[in-house]
T-cell receptor, first 111, second 117 residues
Framework: TQLLEQSPQFLSIQEGENLTVYCNSS?????LQWYRQEPGEGPVLLVT?????EVKKLKRLTFQFGDARKDSSLHITAAQPGDTGLYLC???????????FGAGTRLFVKA | DAMVIQNPRYQVTQFGKPVTLSCSQT?????MYWYQQKSSQAPKLLFH???????NEADTPDNFQSRRPNTSFCFLDIRSPGLGDAAMYLC????????????????FGSGTRLTVV
């Protein structure tokens, strides 16, 4: 059974700080996504990575896929209160339909 | 705007009373999914439809059923809700199976929060 573990579970930081959250698995994924979910809403796709070692940037967010495609990280520079939310990583394999989700990192950025 | 819409946003049902949650999409995506998300837990796939082809996850209880009358609509039926079924139910869509490229991801609705009393 493929599992994704995310750490930390909770993170509370001050506005302007940097942070990194992690997504780890013992399984290889051909595709990994990061979503952000706000309270009472559905997750919103941030990025998809597919190549080992790939780095993608989305404004202040930097996503990295591990060389072995088993892990990923999300780094936020100069966090803002608008970054508050639940960050979910999700992985799947080519040709399949099932996407496995991690339990998420709940981020709170204080003004 | 193309989107995924779930109704209702909040549903309160009585223990054992059948309930139906609905999902519609204007994306014309082939695949529709139902996920169950409990507090502090990962969203858990219940089943998905690829066009009219229904695919149930092995550990989805028989209490959960689904219907997809056409491309745009998909329903989640809970035949006899128990207290343990209280959760956020998320509908998602995708164009097809997971491809080799990066042009992939789910579009989620806003979810239906189900309370069982």
């Amino acid at each position: 059974t493929q599992l994704l573990e995310q750490s930390p579970q909770f993170l509370s930081i001050q506005e302007g700080e940097n942070l990194t959250v992690y997504c780890n698995s013992s399984s290889v994924f051909s595709s990994l996504q990061w979503y952000r979910q706000e309270p009472g809403e559905g997750p919103v796709l941030l990025v998809t990575v597919v190549t080992g070692g790939e780095v993608k940037k989305l404004k202040r967010l930097t996503f990295q896929f591990g060389d072995a495609r088993k892990d990923s990280s999300l780094h936020i520079t100069a966090a803002q209160p608008g970054d508050t939310g639940l960050y979910l990583c999700a992985g799947g394999n080519t040709g399949g339909f099932k996407t496995i989700f991690g339990a998420g990192t709940r981020l709170f950025v204080k003004a | 705007d193309a989107m995924v819409i779930q109704n209702p946003r909040y549903q309160v049902t009585q223990f054992g009373k059948p309930v139906t949650l609905s999902c519609s999409q204007t994306l014309n995506h082939n695949v529709m999914y139902w996920y169950q998300q409990k507090s502090s837990q990962a969203p858990k796939l219940l089943f998905h439809y690829y066009d009219k082809d229904f695919n149930n996850e092995a550990d989805t209880p028989d209490n959960f059923q689904s219907r997809r009358p056409n491309t745009s609509f998909c329903f989640l039926d809970i035949r006899s809700p128990g207290l343990g079924d209280a959760a956020m139910y998320l509908c998602a869509t995708s164009r097809g199976a997971i491809p080799t490229g990066t042009n992939y991801g789910y579009t989620f609705g806003s979810g239906t929060r189900l309370t069982v009393v």
